[in-house]
């Protein structure tokens, strides 16, 4: 079975250009969601989906971000225009259950770095 | 909001040796994970406590929850090198089941 599978693996931009990462979750799980992890720190939650619903996006910074995610299936996650601070890893995770009730599978992430 | 604190931050122990890391949260948890992300890596899922008061283990892992739901604990007996990683508690709470990361603990052994 494959896992979560995120694309590009690295990006480096210059500062106020945009960028887009693209996840795709393991088939048929519901929930989707976007962390974006710092160097020496845990996973931060941007936005959570279940199926094409986004739950939860009270942490997205809607003013530069935003997030889709296409028949509930694959999400798209874009940061216009990027910002120093934005530099970190953003991982796209995946889970077969709703309300964060079953364990969820992390991709490789996208090291993100602005210049 | 929800805040979920992890200690120690760091631990460095010689092979052969225990370890432990803590996890507290600011709220009462319906769930909590437990993750290890190796170096380099993405955060892997290990386990997932529900009930109170509840102890599981996977081989030299022993995980524990809280009688309160709002503490949970690692320990790994007899630490190998391969064991080096983070270890992430997050914890699930709230009416939008939100899934909240602690900082982690970086665990380095000395073969």
């Known amino acids: 079975e494959a896992g979560v599978v995120q694309s590009p693996r690295y990006k480096i931009i210059e500062k106020k250009q945009p960028v887009a990462f693209w996840c795709n979750p393991i088939s048929g799980h519901n929930t989707l969601y976007w962390y974006r992890q710092n160097l020496g720190q845990g996973p931060e939650l941007l936005i959570r989906?279940?199926?094409?619903?986004?739950?939860?996006d009270s942490q997205l910074p809607k003013d530069r971000f935003s997030a889709e995610r296409l028949k509930g299936v694959d999400s798209t996650l874009k940061i216009q225009p990027a910002e120093l601070g934005d530099s970190a890893v953003y991982l796209c995770?995946?889970?077969?259950?709703?309300?964060?009730?079953?364990?969820?599978?992390f991709g490789q992430g996208t090291r993100l770095t602005v210049v | 909001g929800q805040q979920v604190m992890q200690i120690p931050q760091y631990q460095h122990v010689q092979e052969g040796e225990d370890f432990t890391t803590y996890c507290n949260s600011s709220t009462t948890l319906s769930n909590i994970q437990w993750y290890k992300q190796r170096p380099g890596g993405h955060p892997v899922f290990l386990i997932q406590?529900?009930?109170?008061?509840e102890v599981k283990k996977q081989k030299r892992l022993t995980f524990q929850f809280g009688e309160a739901k709002k503490n949970s604990s690692l320990h790994i007996t007899a630490t190998q090198t391969t064991d080096v990683g983070t270890y992430f508690c997050?914890?699930?709470?709230?009416?939008?089941?939100?899934?909240?990361f602690g900082k982690g603990t970086l665990l380095t052994v000395n073969p």
């Open positions: 406590l529900v009930k109170s008061g």
């Open positions: 995770a995946s889970s077969l259950g709703l309300r964060g009730g079953t364990e969820a599978f």
């Open positions: 989906y279940e199926n094409e619903e986004a739950v939860d």
């Open positions: 997050a914890g699930l709470a709230g009416s939008n089941y939100k899934l909240t």
